[in-house]
């Protein structure tokens, strides 16, 4: 067995984006930087917000409070990550160029530019992975697709063949917090599924 053939095909390979750098996509990142044997490439990482008192997760990490979100990242691993300093909207929506797109960012009314990010994905041959819930007392995650999976995606009416949602099936009307504990699972089955999606993408 030539385990050196081996290791060369289980090389980085492909480009994954990170639309939103929060509690979860902060999480996210770091676990794909630390995959080892078989992760992406590149990781591209959007969010326009900077860091403030309440973002501890991104302070544990060392992250300094007024520091742009994205720009800590680009720091610590700069030949991986590439930062972009803006909020994904309809006019900058094409310098999305990851394989496989995490939709995870939060606040506000986020179903509109939600639709258009997966429309874009489905145009463009990628594939999208969105939220389905993060709120919730029981950190257990559902996986599936948009069409069945309840909750606010299902108003999106996203039928694109590989579009899934991950999450607790819970929002903030459930009046339940969010915990760490439900945010590390939600990073591990994102990062995982994200994988698997680009070994089929990029087997050949």
Same mark, same amino acid.
């Given at each position: 067995?030539?385990?050196?053939?081996?290791? #060369?095909?289980?090389?980085?390979?492909?480009?994954?984006?990170?639309?939103?750098?929060?509690?979860?996509?902060?999480?996210?990142?770091?676990?794909?930087?630390?995959?080892?044997?078989?992760? !992406?490439?590149?990781?591209?990482?959007? #969010?326009?917000?900077?860091? #403030?008192? *309440?973002?501890?997760?991104?302070?544990?990490?060392?992250?300094?409070?007024?520091?742009?979100?994205? *720009?800590?990242?680009?720091?610590? !691993?700069?030949?991986?990550?590439?930062? !972009?300093f803006e909020d994904i909207n309809e006019e900058n929506i094409e310098k999305i160029t990851g394989d496989v797109v995490l939709i995870v960012f939060a606040g506000g009314d986020t179903l509109p530019i939600r639709k258009k990010i997966v429309d874009y994905c489905k145009n463009t041959k990628k594939v999208a992975i969105g939220t389905n819930g993060v709120f919730g007392f #029981?950190?257990?995650?559902?996986?599936?697709?948009?069409?069945?999976?309840?909750?606010?995606?299902?108003?999106?009416?996203?039928?694109?063949?590989?579009?899934?949602?991950?999450?607790?099936?819970?929002?903030?009307k459930d009046m339940e917090p969010i915990t760490p504990y439900t945010l590390d699972e939600m990073a591990k089955h994102l990062v995982i599924e994200s994988l698997k999606i680009k070994k089929e993408l990029l087997k050949n």
């Open positions: 067995m030539d385990i050196k053939a081996l290791e #060369d095909k289980l090389k980085p390979k492909g480009t994954v984006s990170i639309i939103g750098c929060g509690r979860l996509g902060i999480r996210i990142a770091m676990d794909l930087l630390e995959v080892h044997r078989g992760g !992406f490439e590149k990781i591209q990482v959007f #969010d326009a917000a900077r860091i #403030d008192q *309440n973002d501890v997760v991104h302070r544990k990490h060392g992250a300094k409070l007024g520091e742009y979100k994205v *720009n800590f990242l680009k720091e610590f !691993f700069p030949e991986k990550i590439e930062a !972009f #029981d950190p257990a995650i559902k996986i599936g697709d948009a069409k069945t999976e309840k909750g606010p995606v299902e108003f999106l009416k996203m039928e694109s063949e590989g579009h899934l949602v991950v999450g607790t099936g819970k929002f903030i």
